[in-house]
């Protein structure tokens, strides 16, 4: 196929961006990049898909996300983070069944697609979801999904036994490390590559010292990645410190989570010493801005992350505490709030946004070599946003209309492995509203269930 007439940002090494800009496709790869006539020219038979007025950017990456928790949005809003995890949360999430986790999952999946992001990384997938469903959920989406199945031995958070975990949460070494090992068995490579099955280990406190050092090995050992939130709020410092004095990076470094293949969720709270580890043992960081904020847990250090030459990714974290899996909203909170915090409105660029959203993404996956940007020979990965709006008129930086003006709600064109996904807006391999229905019954079900009716809505009466 032939996708011609668009503003294409190829996020190549150069960072070239071409006007008036066509990508030919074969099968799962980009063939051409060039300026639209001289591939009408070269390609003067091939299906031609006319995008004047749009601009194009390698698929969105999403490096934190909790599937599951898309049936939850908006059930536990404007609560501090004890109660929002301990009374709401966990409480609902131990009352999924298998054909929850399914259904949450298609949902998410629908909403990242149609909001441009082509993969993501789900971060801790409990067992009583149903990884199988999650599984079927990317291979029938067509999405790329690297999919955390959680690694835990301990119901709790920390070192503080109040934030115990739902019993129906729980899980022991034979079903969280050993079952993550059968799943990777049986679904690692499978949907065309598309599927990466990766260790999702639950945040220290929730995890054996014992069982991190067996997880990292089977790790290196099988090429598994790992992906972990971190240094989220204070209570992981209390833990770290507790265990040998430790810092957040030491105790990781401990265990052995520090590496290239690991990427580490959050990280709010990091000393200079932190970053010096993390730069040099290669390991990434997935920034979360709006569930940070949200839930009042701090702001990381981006500017000081990026000087320390640590790759910075960003991830828009689960429904409840961000409520949307719009990486376009992600973008634009990215490349503000480090200036308000800061008070220099120089840093954390739109140029940089985009980076952490596409190819840093991209690294942080083991991906970099197949997507994240815009180049002969790569996977075709990408999204046509419609710019021909009142919203995003005029621009003058594409980068900046992208990352500033722009949301989910703007991408008409969603293309995978070089199958279109998304056609003018609309979800060409689900049925949105079977999804819809779907996602509905189940959210319900799942509160009765936890026995919360009339506990998960607003403030304000609704007669």
């Given at each position: 196929?032939l996708f011609?007439?668009a503003t294409?940002?190829?996020?190549?090494?150069?960072?070239q961006?071409?006007?008036?800009?066509?990508?030919?496709?074969?099968?799962p790869?980009i063939?051409?990049?060039d300026k639209?006539p001289?591939?009408?020219a070269?390609?003067?038979?091939?299906?031609?898909?006319?995008?004047t007025?749009?601009i194009?950017?390698?698929?969105?990456?999403s490096?934190h996300?909790?599937?599951?928790?898309?049936?939850l949005r908006?059930?536990?809003?404007?609560l501090?983070l004890?109660?929002w995890l301990?009374?709401?949360?966990w409480?609902?999430?131990?009352?999924?069944t298998p054909?929850?986790?399914?259904?949450?999952a298609?949902?998410?999946?629908a909403?990242m697609l149609?909001a441009g992001?082509?993969?993501?990384?789900?971060?801790?997938f409990?067992?009583?979801?149903g990884?199988?469903?999650?599984?079927r959920?990317?291979e029938?989406?067509?999405?790329?999904g690297?999919l955390?199945?959680i690694?835990?031995?301990t119901?709790?958070?920390?070192q503080?036994?109040?934030?115990?975990?739902h019993?129906?949460?729980v899980?022991?070494r034979?079903?969280?490390?050993?079952g993550?090992?059968r799943m990777?068995?049986?679904?690692?490579?499978?949907?065309?590559?598309?599927?990466?099955?990766w260790?999702?280990?639950?945040?220290?406190g929730?995890?054996?010292d014992a069982?991190?050092?067996?997880m990292?090995?089977?790790?290196r050992?099988h090429n598994?990645?790992?992906?972990?939130h971190c240094?989220?709020v204070?209570?992981?410092?209390?833990f770290f410190?507790s265990?040998?004095?430790?810092?957040?990076?030491?105790?990781?470094q401990?265990v052995?989570?520090?590496?290239p293949?690991?990427?580490?969720?959050h990280?709010v709270?990091?000393?200079?010493?932190?970053?010096a580890?993390l730069a040099?043992?290669g390991?990434?960081?997935a920034?979360?801005?709006?569930?940070?904020a949200?839930?009042?847990?701090?702001?990381c250090?981006?500017p000081?992350?990026?000087r320390?030459?640590v790759?910075?990714t960003?991830g828009?974290?689960?429904?409840p505490?961000?409520n949307?899996?719009?990486?376009?909203?992600e973008?634009?909170l990215?490349?503000i709030?480090?200036?308000g915090?800061s008070?220099d409105?120089?840093v954390?660029t739109a140029e940089?946004?985009?980076?952490?959203?596409?190819?840093?993404?991209?690294?942080?996956?083991g991906?970099q070599d197949?997507?994240g940007?815009?180049?002969?020979?790569?996977?075709?990965?990408?999204?046509?946003?419609?710019?021909?709006?009142v919203a995003?008129q005029?621009?003058?930086?594409p980068?900046s209309?992208?990352?500033?003006?722009a949301?989910?709600r703007?991408?008409?064109l969603v293309v995978v492995d070089?199958?279109?996904l998304?056609?003018?807006?609309?979800?060409?391999?689900m049925?949105?509203?079977?999804v819809v229905?779907?996602?509905k019954r189940?959210?319900?079900?799942?509160?009765?269930r936890?026995g919360?009716?009339?506990r998960?809505?607003?403030r304000w009466?609704?007669v």
């Amino acid at each position: 196929m032939l996708f011609t007439n668009a503003t294409i940002i190829t996020l190549s090494p150069t960072r070239q961006i071409l006007l008036h800009g066509a990508i030919h496709t074969t099968g799962p790869l980009i063939t051409a990049i060039d300026k639209t006539p001289l591939l009408l020219a070269r390609f003067p038979h091939d299906d031609i898909v006319d995008l004047t007025g749009h601009i194009i950017i390698p698929g969105l990456v999403s490096t934190h996300m909790h599937t599951a928790q898309t049936l939850l949005r908006g059930c536990a809003d404007d609560l501090e983070l004890v109660s929002w995890l301990c009374e709401r949360i966990w409480v609902l999430q131990g009352n999924f069944t298998p054909a929850d986790g399914y259904a949450a999952a298609r949902l998410g999946i629908a909403e990242m697609l149609k909001a441009g992001t082509t993969c993501f990384l789900e971060c801790m997938f409990a067992d009583r979801y149903g990884f199988d469903g999650l599984c079927r959920a990317v291979e029938e989406s067509g999405i790329r999904g690297c999919l955390g199945k959680i690694v835990m031995d301990t119901g709790r958070y920390a070192q503080d036994d109040a934030w115990a975990m739902h019993p129906g949460l729980v899980e022991d070494r034979e079903t969280s490390l050993m079952g993550t090992m059968r799943m990777w068995e049986k679904w690692n490579g499978r949907a065309d590559g598309r599927i990466r099955v990766w260790f999702g280990a639950r945040t220290p406190g929730g995890v054996s010292d014992a069982l991190y050092r067996e997880m990292t090995a089977l790790s290196r050992q099988h090429n598994i990645p790992i992906t972990m939130h971190c240094a989220e709020v204070r209570a992981d410092l209390d833990f770290f410190a507790s265990t040998g004095n430790h810092s957040a990076m030491t105790y990781c470094q401990s265990v052995g989570l520090l590496s290239p293949t690991t990427v580490l969720a959050h990280m709010v709270h990091l000393s200079d010493e932190d970053m010096a580890l993390l730069a040099a043992s290669g390991t990434h960081v997935a920034h979360c801005p709006t569930s940070n904020a949200k839930l009042a847990s701090g702001t990381c250090r981006v500017p000081s992350l990026q000087r320390a030459n640590v790759n910075v990714t960003l991830g828009t974290d689960g429904a409840p505490c961000n409520n949307s899996c719009d990486m376009f909203q992600e973008m634009k909170l990215a490349g503000i709030i480090h200036k308000g915090v800061s008070g220099d409105p120089t840093v954390v660029t739109a140029e940089e946004v985009l980076e952490m959203a596409t190819i840093n993404g991209a690294k942080a996956l083991g991906l970099q070599d197949s997507i994240g940007s815009l180049e002969v020979g790569k996977k075709a990965d990408f999204v046509a946003i419609d710019a021909r709006g009142v919203a995003m008129q005029p621009w003058f930086n594409p980068v900046s209309a992208v990352v500033y003006s722009a949301t989910g709600r703007d991408v008409r064109l969603v293309v995978v492995d070089g199958k279109v996904l998304v056609r003018d807006g609309q979800l060409v391999t689900m049925d949105e509203g079977e999804v819809v229905r779907e996602a509905k019954r189940c959210s319900r079900e799942v509160v009765e269930r936890a026995g919360l009716q009339g506990r998960v809505g607003g403030r304000w009466p609704v007669v």
